[in-house]
């Protein structure tokens, strides 16, 4: 068989085989890993101590009770993933797993015989530091440890990492606290908090603790920096701001959140909210996901775009607590900046709660303040609300929001208690469904039909030309259309033309610059085939040589693109959707190979009648042209019933494809639309 027959599927295979080598790390540990928590990478556990800090926050625990345990990356690289169980102490090598996990953030894992008695990670993501909540069985009557194992990478991990030992505390001990232990409230901020109750527990049952007394009963110093000083994430009441943040929005205050109607649901990961004091001043809060080291912030702009605007935002305080600072976005690069107030004190009456893994920060903010250059007034009617979460750098700064963010579709009045509405992205939903259309959808198909249907409907013409040229033409043709129509709906959406690094950075993706590669190739390719020459000429061969070169670049780079896009924010894919692309791809490889195989039977079919072989003669794989032997054969090659037939297959099974993944891009994130299915 010709090598140039095998170099197209062969190019993809190798594409869809790197797609899902990058998924490496699964998304959590399977129910056959409860025994010995040793993961299935096919390499040995490392034999040294835990290197990650394991810390239980409390020595002692009863009944029923809840204790919360933190893995912590300190000055080690960042880890991946990790398993835990709590099991006896007198034997935690085989005895079974007890108690209960409550998350969901991670994955609980249930071991025979009970129910969600482990606890794991759910995405490969770099992880600085995790803190969960268990629960202690009812019957529990003797001693328990934590059983961590923590993964780093794929081949370097720590097994059955055991804790100190947590004392039972009876009811009769005297010395023994009636509360779920809880740390100071100084290294509770620091280190973060526990994960958010599954729905079946009621919210106040989090946090059995009172609040820890405050600190300090000096008010917050007179800077730029406003520090919690009381009820800085400790346990809270039923009362708690956190269980009643949702309560009075549109009707004594306003709240911008990042996903639509989450509020109804009461479960917005990421939101703020705002209403002006009689004084003039405004009382914002900050509230969403968080984890150490990093921020909630909210931004403001003249425009709908990130650059010179004004943030505040909330974030760890060394040391313990959390504190108010304020930034000035350049750009994309956001610098903490010391901030002033044009009249009165900048923050006030700043207090903070962490609870289950969500962050509230409250203060009072006054209206006119200055951040580096940028003068910035709350009570101005022009400017654009933005809200992002992300990781803090070394200096405290925000670093560039990749997953978490959003921005008001038209300014804000925050003066006001209406609900500020985002923008919907709906340019990138666009964007993103014309793109898979083309490179999935038409480009696959127009260039299937070139490669192999040459041989097939010779004896057919539309408008003169051969049936398969006419239909490769009009495919190709809307190929370029659609990317072009795309690529100017996502050039609309951000506002111009902009820089995203390539490589190292949170925010860096090779979309955008194998996007615009594509584009170019994808015009290039129209322009040559006006410029080509005649079938039978000298030149006809290198014509054809680098038609199909930058053909085959195009849709491979197209293909890449799509697989590259799938991390991206804006586009709110699930992690599933690697498995989706990979699958297409896999589908595309087996259809070329089948009719790879069926054109090499067709050839040396043909072979042995004419007494020579004209497979894959570049010469004749001009755009309308057969190949020499069709010159006196107007009948159709061999298995033209066969080639047919897998063409019907490729394009029903390409539909369906096509519309899956442009469903998921126009009705993201996926998980909003699965609930209502399975609801």
Known sequence: MPKEMLRRPLQLLVLALAAMACRAYPGGVPAVACGDMTPGHGVPAQQSDMIYNVTVSGDSVQPSKRVKVTIRRGNQPPFKGFFVQVRRARDPDSSPALGRFFTRQHLTVSCEPGQDNGISHLDSKEKEAVTLLWQAPGDLDEDVVFRVTVVQKHDTFWVGHNTPRLRLARASDTTADTRVPAPSPAPAQAEGGADRLSPRVEPSAAASAPPAPPTSTVPP??????????????????????????????LSKGCFTRADSCIEGRNCDLMVTYARRPDGAYRLQLYGKHQPAEYLAMGLSRDAAMGDDAVIYCTDR???????????????????????????????DFSSEYRDGFL?????????????????????????LMVSSGAVDADGGPRYHQTSRRVSGQPVELASARQATGDSGLLFRVHGALMLTAWVGTASTGMLLARYYKQTWVSRKLAGLDLWFQGHRALMVITVLLTLAGLACVVWQVGGWTTTPLLAGPAASPHPLLGVLCVCLAVLQP?????????????????NWLHWTVGSAAHILGIATVFFAVQLPAAQLPDWAYWVLAAFVLFHVAVHLVLSMQQCWSDRTLSGQKGHAEAYNMRDMGMNSYHAYQTDRPQEAPGSTLRRTVLGIYIVINLLFVTLLVLMVVLAPAEKWIDKILS
């Open 221 to 250: 110093p007179a800077s730029t920096e406003a520090v919690c000083t009381e009820n800085c994430g400790g346990a809270s009441s039923e009362a708690s701001a956190i269980a009643t943040i949702y309560d009075a929005c549109l």
């Open 360 to 384: 509230l920060c409250e203060f009072t903010h006054a209206a006119r303040f200055s951040v580096g250059d940028e003068t910035a007034d709350l009570a101005s009617s022009d400017l654009h």
């Open 527 to 543: 322009l040559m085939a006006l410029c080509r020459c005649h079938p039978g000429t000298p030149r006809r061969a290198l014509f």
């Open 318 to 348: 060394p040391g313990g607590g959390y504190q108010i600072k304020h930034a000035h976005n350049k750009g994309k690069q956001s610098n903490q900046q010391n901030a002033t107030s044009a009249g009165g004190e900048l923050v006030t």
